[in-house]
């Protein structure tokens, strides 16, 4: 049994991202190194073959209420700072991310590992240089390694710990603990890699080295979103300003963008322009019972405005600053 383990966190739900999970697994492989995959996603039987251990964790926590989605602005319009939640995505996944970071590691321990390193699935690596220098350097003390960007957050697409400074009660998830700490000071929240570092590392003797060193020591990281998924925020959202309901649209993709809404019976579409914007008035919010807005024939939002409640969250998710 090798003294180090590779923790594999994985979300492949497309052939995309299924294939460089397997490249990464294969490589590994080949190279004589233990790994335990853990994942939220169905994983064909070529891979788990090539895994020591194989864990398939089915409570894929995503967080639907509102004081858990990050605030999104833009500064296009001159003057004024729009604010948004429901531009973003719909959930947050910070459960979801510590139940693979957290199990991954608790069953490394529980295996009788050393050293674990957590790794995304979409990473590669020139040679295992990368990784065995890395325990050498926690060999010296340290009970953990992580890279650090400019703003001291650690990147999460790998770090190593040293599992011998680690307690089982250490890497058991407290929902709790994770909750409370991200939303203490609502709206605005911590980034994942702040909650890493506070909870994670600073208290274990860290080694911290910068992200900067990661292409230069031949590790390659975010494969799925370099190559394929150019996500960017989608402005297609409404805002109230003098009781009047108005939309704000923005394209962001350098693409004409479609966009179609439902204002209660009445139907309209807009195609924009790349690179370009567009908020008008609609009509008074008042009269507004029901909104759909549908970008690139993809349903994007929804409001049932007999709702007083759904009336207060689309005023307080989306709001236009004046500077």
């Not at 590994?28 to 251990?53: A, F, G, N, R, W």
């Not at 650690?154 to 190593?160: A, E, K, M, R």
């Not at 939303?183 to 570092?197: C, D, K, N, S």
Request: aromatic letters at 18%; hydrophobic letters at 35%.
């Amino acid at each position: 049994m090798n003294k180090d383990v590779f923790v594999i966190a994985a979300y492949t739900p497309d052939d995309k991202r299924e294939t460089l999970l397997r490249n990464l697994v294969t490589k590994l492989h080949d190279s004589k190194k233990d790994i335990i995959l853990i994942t939220h996603s169905i994983t064909p039987s070529d891979i788990i073959k090539k895994c020591k251990y194989f864990i398939y964790d089915e409570e894929n926590t995503l967080l639907t209420d509102d004081k858990y989605k990050f605030l999104v602005w833009n500064t296009c319009i001159p003057g004024c700072t729009f604010h948004s939640k429901d531009a973003n995505r719909a959930y947050s996944t910070v459960l979801a991310v510590y139940q693979l970071f957290l199990r991954g590691f608790g069953f490394a321990k529980m295996a009788g590992y050393e050293y674990a390193h957590f790794i995304e699935y979409d990473t590669d690596f020139d040679t295992l240089d990368f990784f065995d220098n890395n325990v050498k350097k926690i060999q010296e003390g340290y009970g953990c390694l992580a890279y650090t960007n400019v703003h001291g957050h650690p990147i999460g697409c790998y770090c190593l710990l040293n599992l011998g400074f680690y307690s089982f009660e250490d890497l058991r998830l407290d929902e709790e603990k994770i909750l409370t700490k991200f939303t203490e000071y609502a709206p605005e929240l911590y980034f994942v890699e702040q909650l890493t570092r506070f909870f994670y590392l600073d208290n274990y003797h860290p080694f911290y080295k910068s992200d900067e060193l990661l292409k230069k020591e031949g590790f390659h990281a975010s494969l799925y979103v370099t190559r394929f998924n150019n996500w960017k925020v989608t402005w297609a959202v409404p805002f109230v300003q003098n009781e009047n309901l108005h939309l704000f649209f923005m394209e962001t993709k350098n693409k004409p963008m479609k966009v179609e809404y439902i204002v209660n019976n009445t139907y309209k579409k807009i195609s924009i322009s790349p690179s370009t914007f567009y908020h008008f008035f609609v009509c008074p919010y008042q009269e507004v019972n029901y909104l759909k807005i549908i970008v690139d024939d993809v349903s994007f939002l929804e409001y049932d405005l007999t709702s007083e409640e759904t009336r207060k969250k689309l005023i307080e998710n989306n709001i236009l600053e004046k500077l």
